[in-house]
């Protein structure tokens, strides 16, 4: 089957040749044109991938985010006109993966696409692999988090990041070797993804803010995900 990507983006010429680009590229693309129907569409047809625009009708691409982010694990990649950090921070904040501004590069989009792709689990795969962290266990194969039993639904930035800390547990990680490895760029001190994505994690697996025992920051140097229960 081809992967399925909802396009959900409400300028019908930008939209049917984006759908028209990725289709020719081996994606299954449905296009969806308003906010407050993409809700629905995107937790009950769970694409592999959200293609979501800032500024849609009917409910914004933000408030979009916030409400299917705790029940959707694919990858959300937003698309917006505005081209301020502050958008960039608030995207980040309410869960999204990525972040193109428009104009759109069809190029560009597909690769990011591309990238995400090869983080969803093979329905195909081998023998379960587990990190088990006291009652945090963590299957990267199925990409998959447990809590004390209870599922933990993570996105795909929030999973990537949880996983690097996990197989470096007891270890201080920079800041400079996080952005690089989840980035996949030089490292930008201006960038504040990482240390907001660190602080979505925190409060999925039960961490506070002020008082971080799970996720811990070390003054000066980076992370350490503890290794006790």
Known sequence: M???????EDDLELAEIVRDYLTENGFSVLVETRGDT??????????DLVVLDVNLPGMDGFSV???????????????????????????????????????????????????????IPSVNSGTEDAIKLGGLEIFPSRRHTELRGSPVVLST?????LVFLAERA??????????????????????????LRISRLRRKLG???SNPTRIK???GAGYLLSIEP
Not at 77 to 94: H, Y
Request: with cysteine; glycine share 4%.
């Open 65 to 119: 985010c916030r409400m299917v982010r705790e029940l959707y694990s694919g990858a959300i990649v937003m698309l917006t006109a505005r081209n301020e950090e502050v958008d960039e921070i608030l995207g980040l904040e309410f869960g999204a993966d990525d972040y193109l501004t428009k104009p759109v590069r069809p190029r560009v989009l597909l690769a990011r696409l591309r990238t995400h792709l090869k983080k």
């Open 170 to 195: 007891g270890k201080i990680v920079s800041r400079v070797e996080l952005y690089q490895a989840l980035q996949g760029e030089m490292y930008d001190p201006q960038d504040r993804s990482i240390d």
């Open 207 to 209: 961490d506070t803010q």
């Open 217 to 219: 920051s070390i003054r």
């Open 157 to 161: 930035a929030e999973f990537d990041l």
């Open 2 to 8: 081809l992967p399925s990507v909802l396009l959900v």
């Open 38 to 47: 993409a809700t629905q569409r995107i937790i009950s047809e769970t694409p």
